[in-house]
């Protein structure tokens, strides 16, 4: 079970919004900034959000990050079929002096 | 372009060892921190050790602790990890990663934090009898 906690699936349909969460605790979440990846199946993770809301050059706006004391919320509007896929949200506690991922949260455009 | 071409992978049995490496590419290797995450079959992702830009300082999850040492070598570009004693467990693909920096202003401070930025396509290791 992972230390930081996503719903494991999401769904929602073509232009919708949809958010997915990650809950963590004073040591990870509540002092680093969180970053979020996108996997596609049979490929490597695709850096969405980094430092909660900053997004890599080139990224559409639809797509955006928020944090709020132990927790962080991914956030992507206008859902395209594209968006499928599994979204993990990482962070770095320092308690354990270790990289943390959630469990991933597998999105469906219905 | 920045790639990582990871290398090494196979099947082992139980007890055994590998040696993955990770060749570096498009980018300084010496100004970046360095991580291996894996991804066991069908499950998500788990960070497995970190090694700083001069290798001086080095993190390990705990189920590898001892078993695992991350290495690298700045003047060929190159990122390792050599796995001992190695367990069905451990059966994986295994990701070489770039780890960048970004920083932000609070409350008139300046902070740094790190991300994952560039990932590898990985390496398959399966250990099995």
């Known amino acids: 079970q992972s230390v930081l906690t996503q719903p494991p699936s999401a769904s929602g349909t073509p232009g919708q919004r949809v958010t997915i969460s990650c809950s963590g605790s004073s040591s990870n979440i509540g002092t680093n900034p969180v970053n979020w990846y996108h996997q596609l199946p049979g490929t490597a993770p695709n850096l969405l959000i980094h430092g909660n809301n900053q997004r890599p050059s080139g990224f559409p706006d639809r797509i955006s990050g928020s944090k709020y004391g132990t927790s962080a919320t991914l956030a992507i509007s206008g859902l395209h079929s594209e968006d499928e896929g599994d979204y993990y949200c990482?962070?770095?506690?320092?308690?354990?002096?270790?990289?943390?991922f959630g469990g991933g949260t597998r999105l469906t455009v219905l | 372009d920045v790639q990582l071409v990871e290398s090494g992978g196979g099947l082992v049995q139980p007890g055994g060892s590998l040696r993955l490496s990770c060749a570096a590419s498009?980018?300084?290797?010496?100004?970046?921190?360095m991580t291996w995450v894996r991804q066991a079959p069908g499950k998500g992702l788990e960070w497995v050790a970190n090694i700083k830009e001069d290798g001086s300082e080095k993190n390990y999850v705990g189920s590898v602790k001892g078993r695992f040492t991350i290495s690298r070598d700045n003047a060929k570009n190159s990122l390792y990890l050599q796995m001992n004693s190695l367990r069905a467990e451990d059966t994986a693909l295994y990701y070489c990663v770039r780890v960048a920096s970004g920083g932000y202003f609070l409350d008139r401070e300046y902070y740094y934090y790190y991300y994952m930025d560039t990932w590898g396509n990985g390496t398959t290791v399966t250990v099995s009898s």
């Open positions: 498009g980018f300084t290797f010496s100004n970046y921190w």
């Open positions: 990482a962070v770095w506690d320092v308690s354990l002096s270790s990289w943390l």
